[in-house]
C-alpha cells in the first residue's frame, strides 16, 4: 500500500483494535510535529483499552513514551516493535501492524529475452520478450532476476493463537 493508501487511514482511525505503525526511516530529518516523518512505532490504542505507560515502557526507565496529542498515540523506539505486538495481543488478542517493506519484482534473462508468447514467469508477461526490461535488475541466475521497488507499508490484522 502506498502512504495515502484509504485502507491505512481507515485502519488508523478504527476504534476497536490496537495499532502499531512502525516507520523506519535511517537518516531521515524528523519533525516534531509530524510523526510520520519520525523514526519509532506509534502505538494507538482505544479507550476500553488500558495498558499503563509502565506496561509501555516495558519496565525499563530509558523506554519513555512518548505522547503524540495530534495522532492520539504513543512514540516508543522501534527495537520494541516485537514487544508491543505480543503486549496488544495479550491484552486484546488481536492488533493491526502497519510497517514498511519494499516490494519485488521477479522475471528472467530467459523471459525478457525470450520469442513467443508463452510466458510462465512471474512477471505475467510484463517483460517477455521485450529485451532488457532496464532498471537495477539483480540477475541470480538465466532463471531468475528480481529488482526491488520503492517502500510501501504492509497492514496485517494478527490474532493470537488460541490457547491449546
Given at each position: 500500500m502506498?502512504?495515502?493508501?484509504?485502507?491505512?487511514?481507515e485502519?488508523?482511525?478504527?476504534?476497536?483494535?490496537?495499532?502499531?505503525?512502525r516507520?523506519?526511516?535511517?537518516?531521515a530529518?524528523?519533525?516534531?510535529?509530524?510523526?510520520?516523518?519520525?523514526?519509532g512505532?506509534?502505538v494507538?490504542?482505544?479507550?476500553?483499552?488500558?495498558?499503563?505507560?509502565?506496561?509501555?515502557?516495558?519496565?525499563?526507565?530509558?523506554?519513555?513514551?512518548?505522547?503524540?496529542?495530534?495522532?492520539?498515540?504513543?512514540?516508543l523506539?522501534?527495537r520494541r516493535?516485537?514487544?508491543?505486538i505480543?503486549?496488544?495481543?495479550?491484552?486484546?488478542?488481536?492488533?493491526?501492524?502497519?510497517?514498511?517493506?519494499?516490494?519485488?519484482?521477479?522475471?528472467?534473462?530467459?523471459?525478457?529475452?525470450?520469442?513467443?508468447?508463452?510466458?510462465?514467469?512471474?512477471?505475467?508477461?510484463e517483460?517477455?520478450?521485450?529485451?532488457?526490461?532496464?532498471?537495477?535488475?539483480?540477475?541470480?541466475?538465466?532463471?531468475?532476476?528480481c529488482?526491488?521497488?520503492?517502500?510501501?507499508?504492509?497492514?496485517r490484522l494478527l490474532?493470537?493463537?488460541?490457547?491449546?
Open positions: 502506498k502512504a495515502d493508501d484509504p485502507r491505512l487511514l485502519v488508523w482511525t478504527q476504534k476497536e483494535i490496537p495499532v502499531l505503525f516507520r523506519h526511516l535511517k537518516g530529518k524528523s519533525d516534531a510535529n509530524d510523526a510520520s516523518n519520525a523514526g512505532v506509534l494507538k490504542l482505544p479507550k476500553h483499552v488500558t495498558i499503563s505507560e509502565t506496561e509501555l515502557r516495558g519496565g525499563k526507565r530509558n523506554h519513555k513514551p512518548e505522547w503524540l496529542k495530534n495522532f492520539s498515540a504513543w512514540r523506539p522501534d516493535f516485537n514487544e508491543l505480543e503486549l496488544c495481543l495479550r491484552r486484546c488478542q488481536a492488533v493491526y501492524s502497519i510497517h514498511p517493506y519494499r516490494p519485488q519484482k521477479k522475471c528472467a534473462p530467459a523471459c525478457y529475452n525470450a520469442s513467443g508468447f508463452a510466458c510462465d514467469c512471474a512477471c505475467m508477461g517483460n517477455h520478450g521485450q529485451g532488457d526490461p532496464g532498471g537495477a535488475w539483480w540477475i541470480v541466475s538465466e532463471a531468475f532476476a529488482q526491488w521497488q520503492e517502500k510501501e507499508y504492509a497492514c490474532t493470537a493463537k488460541p490457547a491449546a
